[in-house]
């Protein structure tokens, strides 16, 4: 599922003659994202909830970039939203959630 993403992803973009920076960090900050829960499941950990549901899941992004690419909208907006997500937010989240999983030890 993961990979259908981001080839997809890959296709819209090039389709669409959008290959530059601001399409190279929305892949990148969802790899990212990708990254992130595998690591967590690794550590039998899970991303909360309301976080998930703000990156809008694999369907919702995929959807979502693909309708913005062909309705020629800028993509600016989305990269910089689903890299302060999953790039700020979410590791800012696991970080304070660990802090206080210590502190509670």
């Given amino acids: 599922m993961r990979a259908l993403e981001g080839v997809f992803l890959l296709w819209i973009f090039a389709s669409a ?3 530059n920076v601001v399409t190279y960090m929305i892949i990148f900050a969802i790899v990212f994202h990708h990254y992130d829960n ?4 690794l550590q039998s950990d ?3 909830t309301w976080l998930s549901a703000l990156g809008l899941f694999v369907g ?3 959807l979502l970039l693909g309708i913005a690419t ?4 800028p993509l600016d907006y989305f990269a910089w939203y689903f890299s302060l997500l999953f790039l700020v ?3 800012t989240q696991w970080v304070f959630g660990h802090r ?3 502190i509670g030890r």
């Fill in 17 to 19: 003659d959008q290959i």
């Fill in 46 to 48: 899970k991303k909360p």
């Fill in 38 to 41: 595998l690591y967590r499941a």
């Fill in 60 to 62: 919702g992004r995929i």
């Fill in 70 to 73: 062909l309705q020629e909208w």
């Fill in 100 to 102: 206080a999983n210590k």
């Fill in 89 to 91: 937010i979410s590791s």
